[in-house]
């Protein structure tokens, strides 16, 4: 007999090896021996791939058993995107766990929330799922606050919280010898900022986007076609922005195809890179 240890609660005789579950029996070749049998020196490895294939072992006289046992969900909340004037798209990635989830946001203008929204349902899975909801109605001159929720029969948790405003002035402090600190007079209703090496951007929230500061390499020069965007990436001297339709512009260093950075410096007033 083969003890099967006290997670799968009763032993195995040695030739139930033929009877695993093909998938597992995959693993079993591929395992070294952890345990002998005594009865007949039979290598103890059914347990081992039953842990590492999931399966359950359906044998008679043998209740099944999950080879992982019960699992929370985990959650993670992630930033808000597509904000506009009075809307938002709330993202978070949920793992359900081992039973059917339950998920989730809750927001509201405080991190006592008060609102919940999106409540959808994930079957039993260990792979990471988006979760995107959409908020509407929302007002200026506040910040909202949002998390990630998830409950199935191992227990609830809940993700970090996030927060996001409909749009707000935008502050720059530190090195500006590039010009950082002008940032532009009419960017008043700034969704989501970023730095570069030598210059910043800024998405509004009517999609447009704008940038300033350092500008060898057309960093920030926006494309004049470029609306619609959801989301903003700021990098050395490059930017890339997310749009609505799911395609992705850039603009700055690096942008056209088949282009090597230079190693050459970039003579600004005053300074050089």
Excluded at 169 to 190: E, I, K, R, Y
Excluded at 201 to 217: C, E, K, M
Excluded at 249 to 268: D, Q, V
Aim: charged share 10%; with cysteine; aromatic share 8%.
């Amino acid at each position: 007999m083969i003890p099967f240890g006290e997670r799968f609660g009763g032993t195995i005789p040695c030739d139930a090896l033929e009877q695993v579950l093909p998938a597992a029996k995959n693993k079993v070749d591929q395992l070294k021996p952890v345990k002998i049998c005594m009865n007949c020196q039979h290598p103890w490895k059914i347990r081992r791939a039953a842990i590492l294939t999931g399966l359950r072992i359906l044998l008679p006289g043998l209740i099944a058993s999950s080879a992982y046992g019960q699992s929370a969900p985990q959650v993670n909340t992630q930033k808000a995107n597509a904000i506009r004037t009075s809307s938002a798209v709330l993202n978070g990635m949920v793992v359900p766990g081992s039973s059917l989830a339950d998920v989730w946001f809750e927001w509201g203008t405080s991190t006592n929330y008060g609102n919940t929204i999106g409540l959808t349902n994930f079957q039993v899975s260990r792979i990471a799922k988006a979760v995107r909801v959409g908020l509407e109605g929302l007002s200026p001159n506040y910040v909202y606050h949002y998390r990630l929720a998830a409950r199935n029969s191992a227990g609830t948790i809940y993700g970090a919280n996030q927060q996001f405003t409909l749009g707000g002035s935008v502050l720059v402090w530190g090195n500006t010898s590039f010009d950082q600190g002008n940032v532009p007079a009419d960017l008043t209703n700034a969704v989501a900022i970023g730095g570069g090496g030598y210059h910043c951007a800024a998405l509004r929230n009517d999609g447009t986007i704008s940038a300033w500061g350092g500008n060898a390499y057309g960093q920030a020069t926006v494309p004049t076609d470029l609306t619609n965007a959801v989301a903003l990436s700021v990098g050395q001297v490059n930017n890339l922005a997310l749009l609505s339709d799911g395609t992705v512009r850039a603009w700055g260093a690096g942008t056209t195809l088949g282009f090597t950075f230079p190693g050459r410096a970039i003579n600004y007033p005053g300074r050089s890179i």
